[in-house]
């Protein structure tokens, strides 16, 4: 079996093959995350029950949290592809971990953004300086400093070297973030979702915020898939494959 899956992954890894396929689960995924979406916000604007102590201001919660979730593991992500660029050279690897950086800024703006609308009516200031809202901050930045840097250098390869290195760097902000309610006294309610302790909230709320955990998910690989494709028609446009893709577009 492991023979099996060490040659499918290397069969994929050429950017040419790779390129179909992604395709086809890049279209999966992008109605995946539409039915997925639609089926959340029902759950969590309609049929879960008002919040005892929040109101209705609890219900940011059904974007905030999964956008908090993804925007964290999205980074993960990108550092793995960009550290299996720098080990096994891959190209492949390396064009995976910049197409998932702008994914990854969009849902960490996402998460501060809702933190406020949700932090302002509950804390009654749309901004302070806890631990958790500031080691999310850093990876906002992290994120862009990523691509910033990746961008200021012409070679690709270079570019992926330089950024690659950054991310793994970078790795460390992610436990801070998650643990930051536990090592610090911070304003940010701890988790609500524990493996430990299980769920503190009612069934529809779980379920609507774990459907849209889902839907983010899926809206994920749907862009970051949708990205890398292009990515690879830029880097890759010099080989016959990309100049008949290019010619089909």
Not at 11 to 21: H, N, T
Request: hydrophobic fraction near 60%; glycine fraction near 8%; aromatic fraction near 12%.
């Amino acid at each position: 079996m492991n023979t099996a899956l060490n040659s499918l992954l290397f069969r994929y890894a050429s950017p040419q093959r790779f390129y179909p396929l992604a395709g086809r689960l890049q279209m999966g995924s992008g109605v995946a995350a539409v039915l997925l979406a639609a089926l959340g916000l029902y759950l969590g604007l309609w049929l879960a029950p008002t919040d005892a102590q929040q109101g209705e201001a609890y219900r940011i919660i059904f974007v905030h949290v999964p956008a908090a979730w993804m925007s964290m593991f999205i980074y993960v992500v990108m550092a793995a592809w960009a550290g299996a660029g720098l080990v096994l050279n891959s190209r492949l690897s390396s064009m995976m971990a910049c197409a998932l950086a702008p994914t990854g800024a969009w849902m960490t703006f996402l998460a501060l953004w809702t933190g406020a609308l949700w932090g302002k009516p509950t804390w009654g200031a749309w901004w302070v300086w806890d631990a958790r809202l500031t080691s999310e901050l850093v990876l906002l930045f992290l994120y862009i400093g990523f691509m910033a840097l990746h961008n200021a250098i012409d070679d690709p390869r270079r570019a992926d070297r330089a950024a690659g290195l950054l991310a793994l760097v970078g790795v460390v902000n992610v436990p801070i973030i998650y643990f930051s309610v536990q090592w610090w006294n911070t304003l940010h309610q701890g988790a609500s979702i524990s493996v430990s302790r299980g769920a503190s909230m009612a069934t529809p709320m779980l379920l609507g915020m774990l459907v849209m955990a889902l839907a983010f998910w899926a809206y994920a690989i749907a862009v970051a898939l949708m990205r890398v494709r292009l990515i690879m028609l830029e880097r890759e446009r010099h080989a016959p494959w990309a100049q008949a893709e290019l010619t089909r577009l």
